[in-house]
T-cell receptor, first 112, second 115 residues
Framework: NAGVTQTPKFQVLKTGQSMTLQCAQD?????MSWYRQDPGMGLRLIHY???????DQGEVPNGYNVSRSTTEDFPLRLLSAAPSQTSVYFCASSYSSRVVAFFGQGTRLTVV | GNSVTQMEGPVTLSEEAFLTINCTYT??????LFWYVQYPGEGLQLLLKATKADDKGSNKGFEATYRKETTSFHLEKGSVQVSDSAVYFCALSLSYGGSQGNLIFGKGTKLSVKP
């Protein structure tokens, strides 16, 4: 019972580089989301998906892309990293709008 | 819009003191309410939840009651321990529309408990 698995745990990027943060869940949840956590800001929603093939923007989507080709996976792509994207990223999944989200352990990203 | 407001931290208490962390919300419809805890260096963990008015969520000695009339979900614990030192987040989840299943968080309240 792995739950929500995020990789990598840590990453350092140079400005302008691209990368993909991986998120996988083994609970057959329909809803998956990406959040970023910044000091004093709480968690803010980047993108979310209500099922395979369906994605939508959250509060802070600029600079990020997502896709959902399977129920299990929901990768987050940074197209051209910027220092403002230095943050801790959390992936979450839920099976219902009223049921608690399960969180991954987070990816700490630094853009230099 | 929909939002969650938590009391500002940090909160510093002595062991066995009483804890209250205030949380109020603004939401259209009937949200579910949650408290999450984040220990240093870790991800978020669900602490407790309530899905309708007057529900009381409880776990590990923590309690919170969903008060629709005051739009509040304050977290309480009668006697805190050093191991309760963490950041606590209040959050809501909407039950309709395109934002189903997504959480709206407060900014978090850091709690430090001294021996």
């Amino acid at each position: 019972n792995a739950g929500v698995t995020q990789t990598p745990k840590f990453q350092v990027l140079k400005t302008g580089q691209s990368m993909t943060l991986q998120c996988a869940q083994d609970m057959n949840h329909e809803y998956m989301s990406w959040y970023r956590q910044d000091p004093g800001m709480g968690l803010r929603l980047i993108h979310y998906s209500v099922g395979a093939g369906i994605t939508d923007q959250g509060e802070v989507p600029n600079g990020y892309n997502v896709s959902r080709s399977t129920t299990e996976d929901f990768p987050l792509r940074l197209l051209s990293a910027a220092p403002s994207q230095t943050s801790v990223y959390f992936c979450a999944s839920s099976y219902s709008s009223r049921v608690v989200a399960f969180f991954g352990q987070g990816t700490r990203l630094t853009v230099v | 819009g929909n939002s969650v407001t938590q009391m500002e931290g940090p909160v510093t208490l002595s062991e066995e003191a009483f804890l209250t962390i205030n949380c109020t919300y603004t939401a259209t419809g009937y949200p579910s309410l949650f408290w999450y805890v984040q220990y240093p260096g870790e991800g978020l963990q669900l602490l407790l939840k309530a899905t309708k008015a007057d529900d009381k969520g409880s776990n590990k000695g923590f309690e919170a009651t969903y008060r629709k009339e005051t739009t509040s979900f304050h977290l309480e614990k009668g006697s805190v321990q050093v191991s309760d030192s963490a950041v606590y987040f209040c959050a809501l989840s909407l039950s309709y529309g395109g934002s189903q299943g997504n959480l709206i968080f407060g900014k978090g309240t850091k709690l430090s408990v001294k021996p």
